[in-house]
Nanobody, 118 residues
Framework: QVQLVESGGGLVQAGGSLTLSCAAS????????MGWFRQAPGKEREFVAT???????YYADSVKGRFTISSDNAKNTVYLQMNSLKPEDTAVYYC????????????WGQGTQVTVSS
């Protein structure tokens, strides 16, 4: 089992920045691919960014160049640095973990609200 707890959400003006954190516990963090997803009101949950267990980072086109995903294996924590925020980035942001060899993200956090005002 992996437990994920997000933090760092809040209210920010357009053009501002926020950093989300996701603390993981329960298993060896480095064996999991970690991802960030978001869900805006009335919309489906969408992929934001991922950092695979074997390296590299990948982003949705809508956040590429503005968001940065990173991890600190010693702290079992993954981060999402969000810059140049736009009102359309407003959503509940979820951290998720996918076990090595698994096709799906099987572990999810409770989510943290990010609201960007215009």
């Amino acid at each position: 089992q992996v437990q994920l707890v997000e933090s760092g959400g809040g209210l920010v003006q357009a053009g501002g920045s926020l950093t989300l954190s996701c603390a993981a516990s329960g298993r060896t963090f480095s064996r999991y691919t970690m991802g960030w997803f978001r869900q805006a009101p009335g919309k489906e949950r969408e992929f934001v960014a991922t950092i695979p267990w074997n390296g590299g980072t990948y982003y949705a086109d809508s956040v590429k160049g503005r968001f940065t995903i990173s991890s600190d294996n010693a702290k079992n924590t993954v981060y999402l640095q969000m810059n140049s925020l736009k009102p359309e980035d407003t959503a509940v942001y979820y951290c998720a973990a996918r076990r090595r060899g698994s096709a799906e993200y099987g572990y999810w956090g409770q989510g943290t609200q990010v609201t960007v005002s215009s």
